[in-house]
């Protein structure tokens, strides 16, 4: 059993899926942490995340201990991450561990939580249930400077809005697998809603979609 999120940045997919995750007992997979840890070590080894060969070579190596690097969550990993995800040879090595991750979901868990960009087009297109959350710009921008200040990091809302925009341009205008919801995943505008309120139209779409299939906590 897997649910896909997708989306852009501060769009509400990280509180979304932790909740999933609770509610039904799934693993829940962070894809974007997969791609902040690979362009992070780019940089920790003094490379450019834009270099294919750096980049591979930084996914092909990725170990357990990357996905703990305190510096993930920086706007700087954001922006790296995005632009190792734009290479094809990248995403086709941690393609691979997203798939046996939703194959073989750890913990012996009876289902997963994608939170991702790609999750439900390409990761997992026989995803049961599939969500796009979106939400303004502004919106976003708004939130990841709270993120971001609660976190101990010096946020400026402007300069968070232009590297928004610029992320969601690269991520939505590159040629592999670009962010833009599935055709069969029900898109939520999260600019006027609350996590709970986000939360509640989630499991009221599952219950519709897999009334059946699904344990209840
Ligand atoms: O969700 P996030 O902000 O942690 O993601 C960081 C970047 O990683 C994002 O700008 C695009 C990329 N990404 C991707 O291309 N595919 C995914 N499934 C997840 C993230």
């Not at 009221?204 to 009334?211: E, H, V």
Request: net charge negative.
């Amino acid at each position: 059993m897997i649910i896909t999120v997708d989306g852009p940045a501060a769009a509400g997919k990280g509180e979304l899926t932790q909740r999933l995750a609770k509610h039904f007992g799934f693993a829940r997979l962070d894809t974007g942490k997969l791609y902040r840890a690979v362009g992070w070590r780019v940089l920790a080894g003094g490379g450019d995340p834009e270099n294919e060969a750096a980049a591979v070579d930084a996914a092909k190596a990725l170990a357990a201990d990357d996905l703990e690097a305190p510096g993930l969550r920086s706007e700087e990993a954001a922006e790296a991450a995005s632009k190792v995800a734009a290479i094809q040879a990248v995403r086709g090595v941690l393609l691979e561990f997203q798939r046996h991750f939703a194959a073989a979901p750890p913990g012996g868990r009876k289902g997963a939580v994608f939170d991702g960009r790609d999750t439900g087009t390409v990761v997992c297109p026989d995803a049961m249930i599939k969500l796009f959350l979106t939400a303004s710009p502004e919106v976003r921008a708004i939130r990841r400077v709270k993120q971001l200040q609660e976190q101990g990091a010096e946020a400026i809302h402007g300069r968070v809005l232009q590297e928004l925009k610029e992320r969601d341009a690269r991520d939505t205008t590159r040629n592999v697998a670009p962010l833009k919801p599935a055709e069969d995943a029900l898109v939520i505008d999260t600019s006027d809603m609350d996590a709970d309120a986000v939360f509640a139209a989630a499991l009221d779409f599952i219950s519709s979609q897999a009334p059946d299939q699904l344990p209840k906590s």
